[in-house]
C-alpha cells in the first residue's frame, strides 16, 4: 500500500512538473518537447525513484539520445530531464546513459546549464 501511495505521488509530482514546463518553455526550433522526453523516460520511473529494476530503461534512453540530433534538440532534453529530476535518486538518474552505453553531452542533475549544451 505504501509503496503504491509514493508510486502515485511521484507520477503526480512528474505530471505537475510537465504541466510547469509546458506553461513556460518557449516554443523554439527545438523538435522534442517534454511530453516526448517523458514518453521515453518512462520506462525507467520505477529505477530512478528505487521502486524497480532497470528493466526496458535503456531502449528509451537510446532512443532519446537518437531522436536528439541537434543542438536545440539536446538542450530541450537537458532542460525537461533537468526539470524532471526533482524526486528521484540523482546518483542513478546521472549514471543511467552510461549504464545503457550512451554518451551524452551533458550531466543529468538539476545543476546543469542546459544553455552550453551542443
Known amino acids: 500500500m505504501a509503496t503504491m501511495m509514493k508510486a502515485t505521488t511521484c507520477m503526480l509530482f512528474v505530471a505537475a512538473v510537465l504541466v510547469a514546463i509546458v506553461a513556460v518553455v518557449p516554443r523554439g526550433e527545438a523538435a522534442i518537447g517534454c511530453g516526448t522526453v517523458v514518453s521515453y523516460m518512462k520506462p525507467c520511473l520505477p529505477y ?21 540530433k541537434t543542438t536545440p534538440d539536446r538542450q530541450s532534453v537537458c532542460g525537461c ?20 552505453g ?3 553531452p551533458y550531466k543529468i542533475s ?9
Open 48 to 68: 530512478v525513484t528505487g521502486s524497480g529494476p532497470l528493466g526496458g530503461c535503456c531502449d528509451g534512453i537510446k532512443g532519446l539520445n537518437s531522436a536528439a
Open 81 to 100: 530531464l533537468k526539470s524532471l529530476a526533482g524526486g528521484v535518486n540523482l546518483g542513478k538518474a546521472a549514471a543511467l546513459p552510461g549504464q545503457c
Open 102 to 104: 550512451v554518451n551524452i
Open 110 to 118: 538539476p545543476s546543469t546549464d542546459c544553455s552550453k549544451v551542443k
